[in-house]
């Protein structure tokens, strides 16, 4: 969902710096950009251990609650990554069976897409749906179990590396969309595509719709 629907990874990333930064660690972009899909509870426990910090789940859990406050504190009305909707919507009048794979929480998902817009998706499969969460395969597992579908009859798409990690360890065709990243950091995925447009034209001059 995250940086391939909607356009919420800027303020993901400027609620995560505040909040490490609170608890003295100061992070770079591309540290919280090459996370994005992963359960909160793991990025905190691995920032922590990259910094020699031991792991406390009372302090972790308190520092998640302060995100979700801080993040509902600033944002706004739900803006989507350009084409995300038609593109979407497109896939499911051509038949397709779509599900939606995202890190964020369900409750997250439900606030920030409408019912009608999801209604687009067989399968959601949200941070709160699995044990562990991108890069490990299980969400992208869980989906495909979800849709009846071999790793071979579905593609991904996803914008950043721990997304990619996740589908291809699923065994899974991955398209890399550069909404939150450059290619250079999406170099896992099979094919890299500049934004939601080329993936639709790419799809088209395949004659894979």
């Not at 905190?44 to 995100?67: C, Q, T, Y």
């Not at 706004?76 to 939606?100: C, D, E, S, V, Y």
Request: glycine fraction near 6%.
């Amino acid at each position: 969902m995250d940086g391939v629907i909607t356009q919420t990874m800027p303020l993901h990333c400027r609620v995560w710096k505040k909040i490490f930064s609170e608890e003295g660690i100061h992070l770079t972009n591309y540290q919280i950009y090459e996370r994005e899909g992963q359960k909160g509870l793991e990025s905190v426990r691995e920032i922590f251990a990259l910094h020699n910090i031991p792991f406390d789940l009372s302090r972790a859990g308190k520092m998640l609650e302060r995100k979700e406050t801080l993040f509902k504190s600033l944002r706004q009305q739900t803006r989507f990554i350009p084409n995300a909707r038609t593109f979407i919507r497109m896939l499911r009048k051509k038949g397709l069976h779509l599900a939606l794979v995202s890190g964020t929480s369900r409750h997250e998902i439900n606030h920030l897409l409408s019912a009608d817009f999801l209604k687009n998706f067989r399968v959601i499969v949200s941070g709160s749906d699995v044990s562990n969460g991108k890069p490990h395969p299980e969400p992208y597992l869980k989906a495909l179990a979800a849709l009846r579908l071999k790793n071979s009859q579905a593609i991904v798409i996803e914008n950043a590396p721990y997304g990619i990690a996740s589908a291809k360890a699923a065994g899974l065709t991955c398209f890399a969309v550069q909404t939150s990243l450059p290619a250079s950091y999406l170099s896992q995925a099979d094919f890299t595509f500049r934004d939601i447009k080329s993936i639709a034209g790419f799809l088209q001059e395949k004659r894979w719709l």
